[in-house]
C-alpha cells in the first residue's frame, strides 16, 4: 500500500488506537518497532525532536484546527508555531489543556446514538438534552469548562476554542452570544409559545374532564332519584339521599 501511494493518490492513514477508559494516551500494547515503523512511513522520522518541543508553551486555540494542533517550537535560537499530527502530540503528552478554558458547543455539536446531544467529545463536557424531546438549546450549548483531563484524547474536541485564562473565554462565550442573540431570543419565543400551547392544552382537558365529571355526577344523582322514589318513608329517603351526597361530593 505505501509503496502504491507514491504512485498514485489516494487517503492513507495509519491508526493508532487510544487507551481506554478515558482514551488520552496511546495504546500501551504498541512497541518501539512499531512506532519507529509508523514514523517513518508517516514522514514524521528525524523530522521533529522532543527536545524542539516546550513542554509548557502550549498555545490558547483561538481557530479551529481540523486534525492537528500548533505549538511554539524553539529552534536555532528561534520562534515558530507549526502543527504536528493528533497522534504525535498524543504519543508525546503534548495533548494536555488541563485547567484551560474549553469553550464548548459553538463550533462543535456532539449527538450519541440515543439523541444525547452535548458541546464535545469529552467526559469533562456535560450532556444538555435530547434531541428526539426538545429542540437542541443554543444558550446552554454555548458554555466553556474548565478542563480536568490530563490529555485531550479527541481531536474532534480541536474545533472547541481553548484558553489559558478566564477572562478570554468570557469574552468570546458572550461576544459569540451577544453575536447570535437575535437566534437565541427567537429559540426561547418558540419555546415560551410552545409551553403556552401545552398550557391551553392543558387547560382544555381540563375543561372537557369538568364536563365529564358534571355528566357523570348528574347521572349518578338521577340514579340515586330513582332508587329514592321506591322507598315510601319521606324522611328515610331523604337520608338515602343525604348518605351518596356526602360520599360522592
Not at 505549538?71 to 515558530?80: A, F, L, S, V
Request: glycine share 2%.
Amino acid at each position: 500500500m505505501l509503496n502504491l501511494r507514491k504512485k498514485y493518490v489516494f487517503d492513507l492513514y495509519l491508526f493508532e488506537l487510544k487507551a481506554p477508559p478515558d482514551f488520552q494516551t496511546i495504546d500501551k500494547r504498541y512497541d518501539d518497532e512499531f512506532i519507529k515503523w509508523i514514523d517513518f512511513n508517516r514522514g514524521h522520522y528525524d523530522f521533529l525532536s522532543n527536545k524542539y518541543i516546550q513542554y509548557d508553551t502550549n498555545l490558547d486555540i483561538r481557530y479551529p484546527l481540523s486534525n492537528n494542533s500548533f505549538y511554539r517550537i524553539e529552534y536555532n535560537d528561534t520562534h515558530k508555531d507549526i502543527s504536528i499530527t493528533h497522534s504525535l502530540a498524543l504519543r508525546n503528552m503534548k495533548r494536555n489543556f488541563k485547567n484551560f478554558y474549553c469553550c464548548s458547543g459553538i463550533n462543535l455539536l456532539s449527538i450519541d446514538s440515543m439523541g444525547y446531544y452535548r458541546g464535545g467529545v469529552c467526559p469533562v463536557i456535560p450532556y444538555i438534552g435530547n434531541i428526539y424531546n426538545e429542540d437542541i438549546d443554543i444558550y446552554k450549548l454555548s458554555r466553556y469548562y474548565k478542563c480536568t483531563m490530563e490529555q485531550c484524547g479527541c481531536n474532534t474536541n480541536d474545533c472547541n476554542y481553548k484558553y489559558r485564562y478566564k477572562i478570554d473565554a468570557d469574552k468570546y462565550v458572550n461576544d459569540y452570544i451577544i453575536a447570535n442573540s437575535n437566534l437565541i431570543i427567537s429559540q426561547l419565543n418558540n419555546k415560551l409559545e410552545f409551553n403556552n400551547l401545552q398550557i391551553s392544552d392543558l387547560n382544555k382537558k381540563m375543561f372537557e374532564f369538568q364536563n365529564e365529571f358534571y355528566a357523570i355526577k348528574k347521572n349518578v344523582d338521577r340514579i340515586i332519584n330513582l332508587i329514592a322514589w321506591w322507598i315510601p318513608v319521606k324522611k328515610w329517603r331523604e337520608s338515602f339521599r343525604d348518605k351518596f351526597k356526602s360520599d360522592h361530593e
